[in-house]
Nanobody
Framework: QVQLVESGGGTVQAGGSLRLSCAAS????????MGWFRQAPGKKREFVASISWGGGSTYYVASVKGRFTISRDNAKNTVYLQMNSLKPEDTAVYYCNVVLGLSTPGGSWGQGTQVTVSS
């Protein structure tokens, strides 16, 4: 089973950038597709982006396409989310998880990392 620890969140002004990291434990990390999800206050958790086990394929929700980039380093058991041109509506707690298919979470949730974008 993969255990996950997210980091890199913070407060940034609209138009700014942040890079989130997700450190995974477990020998089978490189076997799994991974993804990022987010939950804004009062809203359901939603899918943001996913990446295939080898890193060759990525998939994004329409609202972040062109602004966010997901990547992974299997040697470091880490998946990243580079977020540029941030908007106030990107404010949420961000989580990583194993992904089934393109966007279905398939593992346990970590504690997440808070991203706040001020206008």
């Amino acid at each position: 089973q993969v255990q996950l620890v997210e980091s890199g969140g913070g407060t940034v002004q609209a138009g700014g950038s942040l890079r989130l990291s997700c450190a995974a434990s477990g020998r089978r990390f490189s076997s799994y597709a991974m993804g990022w999800f987010r939950q804004a206050p009062g809203k359901k958790r939603e899918f943001v982006a996913s990446i295939s086990w080898g890193g060759g394929s990525t998939y994004y929700v329409a609202s972040v396409k062109g602004r966010f980039t997901i990547s992974r380093d299997n040697a470091k058991n880490t998946v990243y989310l580079q977020m540029n041109s941030l908007k106030p509506e990107d404010t949420a707690v961000y989580y990583c998880n194993v992904v089934l298919g393109l966007s279905t979470p398939g593992g346990s949730w970590g504690q997440g990392t808070q991203v706040t974008v001020s206008s």
